[in-house]
């Protein structure tokens, strides 16, 4: 059997409300998606969606300067894109944290997605970000809290990986 969307997302967002996030910044992702319903359906939590997933890490560290807590969703893709703005991160040595979906692990159909999967882990720590991994349902809630304490008590730039297998395997249309 393979996973769905269910209670670890719901974990997730309890985690983030009792950690006292408000912005929530993402491009929109499947592996994301009842998490960002529950956001948006929250009086108290801003939903912001976003063209590209660095003006995420630029509305995490306004938030901070606004006296807010933001996170950054992604896949793992996006991470990529992220590079050279990490680079305010660090320098601006913000807290930040990113919850960030796996694709090119497990039962990955698409060739494209693999490269930056291998990549994700050693980029992001190459710019400072520490890597917490969640792989199965029973560690989602406790990693993205030991995230947001990193990020938000300790002043720490942190990355949530989200296995693959957490999301279950994607279906396309085209694949073979």
Not at 51 to 72: F, H, K, N, S
Not at 92 to 114: H, S, Y
């Amino acid at each position: 059997m393979e996973p769905t969307a269910g209670a670890w997302q719901d974990q997730v967002f309890d985690v983030l409300k009792q950690g006292r996030v408000r912005q929530v910044a993402y491009v929109p992702d499947a592996g994301h998606a009842q998490l960002i319903r529950r956001v948006h359906a929250d009086p108290q939590l801003r939903g912001v969606v976003l063209t590209t997933e660095e003006e995420g890490i630029a509305l995490a560290c306004g938030a901070w300067l606004g006296g807010e807590r933001a996170v950054l969703l992604m896949q793992s893709s996006g991470v990529g894109n992220c590079i050279n703005m990490l680079s305010l991160v660090e320098n601006g040595r913000f807290p930040f944290l990113a919850l960030v979906t796996m694709r090119g692990e497990w039962a990955e159909f698409n060739p494209w997605q693999v490269p930056m999967s291998k990549a994700v882990r050693p980029c992001l720590e190459a710019m400072g970000v520490r890597v917490l991994c969640a792989t199965h349902p029973d560690e989602v809630a406790p990693t993205v809290q030991a995230g947001v304490d990193a990020a938000f008590d300790a002043g720490e730039a942190v990355a949530v990986l989200l296995a693959q297998r957490l999301i279950g395997r994607k279906q396309w249309e085209g694949a073979r």
